[in-house]
């Protein structure tokens, strides 16, 4: 059985909790990976600095995150592959790379670029903008050592360097399906869960909901729960606020496990990510998606998705990649014309659940890092 190493170089460890999505991701992938490599999962952080003048200094495009990579090579045995999740590039982690070829020149390098293109995403605040100057210089160095990027985009080649295109993947039967004792009528639930950024794009939910409710007749009572927190959070609460909407859009904080499942069982409809337009995403592949599948839930999203442009299917509702606000009235016809057709919800999360199963389970979208990596 091959050797081989899952590496995610992140932040401090203090800040672990703000990795928990993707650190749940990082498993599913481990955990398929393991049915056919004896695969090792490191989680390397950065060393916290001590005095606030040395996190300045360290965004500097000079200057590299302090990583002890040498600790981790030393812990390497004879790896066929090294999969890596994307890091800012900076010169250690290009000598990281480097001193992986020089010891095992037949491993194979793959790094995971997430999402792509993702400097408008990544790159927001002034702060960073040193960190984008870093990342641009030295990424021209990741040809000399990465062999293959694993991406979700349709590019073949990414910063000269051929890439693996795959979905994103889930384990599905990790994730319980939602569970209705009773069919609602009165009311049309949705559901976001996730950190709130601006690619997200809510306010076109909450502002829709203005709309709907501005109107004099509504076909259903609609609300809104929003799990989760950051950057956006403030700005989302204001405009809730500002169109008297707090008790059609309500904010739930962070929520895990049972608590979370609780509130995805009371609810209709996922909302997936309605503000790619802002980060130059045109097809997305979010982990979000996977997630409202796997639970059997139909979903809206704000431009195409990579697992519905391969499959047809009719629990998806597509709106256009801009600002423009969700029609809450047509979400609720839709959701009743599948209503009528599936017969119960229960029936409905069962068809979408298989559907995940067969198209976006990990065991499916794992395939091509496999046929890459070899058996």
Same mark, same amino acid.
């Given at each position: 059985?091959?050797?081989?190493?899952?590496?995610?170089?992140?932040?401090?460890?203090?800040?672990?909790?703000?990795?928990?999505?993707?650190?749940?991701?990082?498993?599913?992938?481990?955990?398929?990976? =393991?049915?056919?490599?004896?695969? !090792?999962?490191?989680?390397?952080?950065? &060393?916290?600095?001590?005095?606030?003048?040395?996190?300045?200094?360290?965004?500097? /495009? +000079?200057?590299? #995150?302090?990583?002890?990579? !040498?600790?981790?090579?030393?812990?390497?045995?004879?790896?066929?592959?090294?999969?890596?999740?994307?890091?800012? #590039?900076? &010169?250690?982690?290009?000598?990281?790379?480097?001193?992986?070829?020089?010891?095992? /020149?037949?491993?194979?390098?793959?790094?995971?670029?997430?999402?792509?293109?993702?400097?408008?995403?990544?790159?927001? =605040?002034?702060?960073?903008?040193?960190?984008? +100057?870093?990342?641009?210089?030295?990424? &021209?160095?990741? &040809?000399?050592?990465?062999?293959?990027?694993?991406?979700?985009?349709?590019d073949k080649e990414i910063?000269?360097?051929?890439?693996?295109?795959?979905?994103?993947?889930?384990?599905?039967?990790?994730?319980?399906?939602?569970?209705?004792?009773?069919?609602?009528?009165?009311?049309?639930?949705?559901? *976001?869960?996730?950190?709130?950024?601006?690619?997200?794009?809510?306010?076109?939910?909450?502002?829709?909901?203005?709309?709907?409710?501005?109107?004099?007749?509504?076909?259903?009572?609609?609300?809104?729960?929003?799990?989760?927190?950051?950057?956006?959070?403030?700005?989302?609460?204001?405009?809730?606020?500002?169109?008297?909407l707090s008790s059609k859009?309500? *904010?739930?904080?962070?929520?895990?496990?049972?608590?979370? !499942? =609780?509130?995805?069982?009371?609810?209709?409809?996922?909302?997936?990510?309605?503000?790619?337009?802002?980060?130059?995403?045109?097809?997305?592949?979010?982990?979000?998606?996977?997630?409202?599948?796997?639970?059997?839930?139909?979903?809206?999203?704000?431009?195409?998705?990579?697992?519905?442009?391969?499959?047809?299917?009719?629990?998806?509702?597509?709106?256009?990649?801009?600002?423009?606000?969700?029609?809450?009235?047509?979400?609720?016809? +839709?959701?009743?014309?599948?209503?009528?057709?599936?017969?119960?919800?229960?029936?409905?999360?069962?068809?979408?659940?298989?559907?995940?199963?067969?198209?976006?389970?990990?065991?499916?979208?794992?395939? /091509?890092?496999?046929?890459?990596?070899?058996?």
């Amino acid at each position: 059985m091959k050797k081989g190493y899952y590496i995610f170089p992140c932040g401090y460890e203090s800040t672990t909790k703000e990795y928990s999505g993707v650190l749940k991701k990082i498993d599913m992938q481990c955990t398929e990976l =393991r049915k056919y490599y004896d695969v !090792d999962y490191k989680l390397i952080f950065e &060393k916290k600095p001590k005095a606030k003048i040395v996190k300045v200094i360290r965004r500097l /495009p +000079w200057v590299s #995150a302090n990583r002890d990579y !040498d600790r981790l090579i030393e812990e390497f045995d004879n790896p066929a592959f090294v999969y890596i999740r994307r890091v800012t #590039a900076d &010169k250690c982690f290009i000598a990281f790379l480097r001193k992986i070829k020089e010891k095992y /020149p037949n491993c194979k390098i793959i790094e995971e670029i997430y999402s792509y293109p993702y400097e408008a995403d990544e790159y927001q =605040r002034l702060i960073d903008k040193p960190n984008l +100057w870093k990342d641009r210089y030295y990424r &021209k160095q990741l &040809k000399l050592y990465v062999d293959r990027l694993a991406t979700y985009s349709d590019d073949k080649e990414i910063f000269g360097i051929k890439t693996i295109n795959q979905m994103n993947g889930i384990n599905v039967n990790s994730i319980p399906r939602i569970r209705r004792n009773e069919e609602k009528k009165e009311t049309l639930d949705l559901i *976001f869960v996730g950190y709130m950024q601006k690619h997200h794009g809510l306010e076109r939910i909450i502002r829709g909901l203005r709309d709907y409710y501005n109107c004099d007749i509504q076909k259903r009572v609609v609300i809104a729960h929003l799990v989760g927190d950051g950057p956006e959070t403030a700005f989302y609460r204001e405009l809730t606020e500002k169109y008297n909407l707090s008790s059609k859009v309500i *904010f739930h904080g962070k929520m895990y496990g049972e608590e979370l !499942d =609780r509130i995805y069982d009371m609810c209709d409809i996922g909302i997936s990510s309605l503000g790619f337009y802002k980060i130059n995403i045109q097809v997305s592949s979010a982990l979000k998606s996977r997630e409202y599948l796997a639970k059997g839930m139909p979903m809206i999203n704000g431009n195409p998705t990579d697992v519905f442009e391969q499959y047809d299917c009719d629990f998806y509702k597509e709106f256009p990649n801009n600002d423009s606000f969700i029609d809450i009235d047509s979400v609720v016809s +839709w959701y009743s014309t599948l209503l009528e057709k599936y017969g119960t919800t229960e029936k409905l999360s069962i068809a979408i659940r298989q559907y995940a199963l067969e198209h976006i389970d990990n065991s499916i979208t794992i395939k /091509p890092i496999r046929n890459y990596i070899g058996d």
